[in-house]
């Protein structure tokens, strides 16, 4: 699905950045989405880490949603790990999700999965959402790895999923309209490029 298909999220063609919201509590939750909502287009959570997850969570989250017109992605991680992840989505994956294409519309990867040796078919519009993205550092004390929202773009993100690096700055208004900014420059980068081909 390209950067600019509208048809997917309202008309927020620019705004493709994706908070993922690794908080603690209700409160920090809905303030941040409430911050944030206007120039995101989909709030990450983690209901297990929410000590006091409850109705109250879930109702006030979707209000907030509707409020600012972003979608809410609950994260379930099934397999984490690069060699997992490579034998789960290899060209031969990537045929038989095919087959199912109006339920699996795309992927949570650093890369577009369709530039897998012979595994790109003429329709494959698969979108990719790109985790791990942060302007300020390139990894943290636990061996997290960053990419910017240049690279992460360049590399096939439709979506790029920041968390700390946009929450936890000083001013994350401001920095999520940087990280829109520079995911914008990028996907307009990486289509002239693919043009030229």
Same mark, same amino acid.
């Given at each position: 699905?390209?950067?600019?298909?509208?048809?997917?999220?309202?008309?927020?063609?620019?705004?493709?950045?994706?908070?993922?919201?690794?908080?603690?509590?209700?409160?920090?939750?809905?303030?941040?989405?409430?911050?944030? &909502?206007?120039?995101? =287009?989909?709030?990450? $959570?983690?209901?297990?880490?929410?000590?006091?997850?409850? *109705?109250?969570? @879930? %109702?006030?989250?979707?209000?907030?949603?509707?409020?600012?017109?972003?979608?809410?992605?609950?994260?379930?991680?099934?397999?984490?790990?690069?060699?997992?992840?490579?034998?789960?989505?290899?060209?031969?994956?990537?045929?038989?999700?095919?087959?199912?294409?109006?339920?699996?519309? &795309?992927?949570?990867? =650093?890369?577009?999965? $369709?530039?897998?040796?012979?595994?790109?078919?003429?329709? *494959?519009?698969? @979108? %990719?959402?790109?985790?791990?993205?942060?302007?300020?550092?390139?990894?943290?004390?636990?061996?997290?790895?960053?990419?910017?929202?240049?690279?992460?773009?360049?590399?096939?993100?439709?979506?790029?999923?920041?968390?700390?690096?946009?929450?936890?700055?000083?001013?994350?208004?401001?920095?999520?309209?940087?990280?829109?900014?520079?995911?914008?420059?990028?996907?307009?980068?990486?289509?002239?490029?693919?043009?030229? %081909?």
């Amino acid at each position: 699905m390209a950067y600019l298909d509208d048809t997917f999220l309202g008309t927020r063609s620019i705004a493709k950045v994706v908070v993922s919201a690794d908080l603690t509590t209700t409160k920090e939750l809905l303030e941040l989405a409430d911050k944030l &909502g206007s120039y995101i =287009t989909v709030f990450k $959570t983690y209901k297990d880490i929410i000590f006091d997850f409850g *109705d109250e969570t @879930v %109702v006030s989250l979707k209000h907030l949603s509707s409020k600012h017109n972003f979608l809410i992605f609950e994260d379930r991680k099934f397999v984490d790990i690069g060699n997992m992840v490579q034998k789960q989505y290899d060209g031969a994956s990537l045929k038989r999700l095919r087959r199912y294409d109006n339920f699996v519309v &795309g992927f949570v990867a =650093t890369r577009c999965l $369709t530039s897998l040796a012979g595994s790109a078919g003429p329709d *494959d519009d698969f @979108v %990719v959402f790109t985790t791990g993205v942060n302007r300020a550092t390139k990894g943290d004390k636990l061996g997290q790895q960053y990419q910017t929202p240049e690279s992460a773009v360049k590399q096939g993100a439709d979506f790029i999923l920041a968390g700390r690096g946009i929450y936890a700055t000083e001013d994350p208004v401001r920095t999520v309209k940087l990280y829109q900014e520079e995911g914008w420059k990028a996907y307009l980068d990486r289509t002239k490029t693919s043009t030229r %081909v």
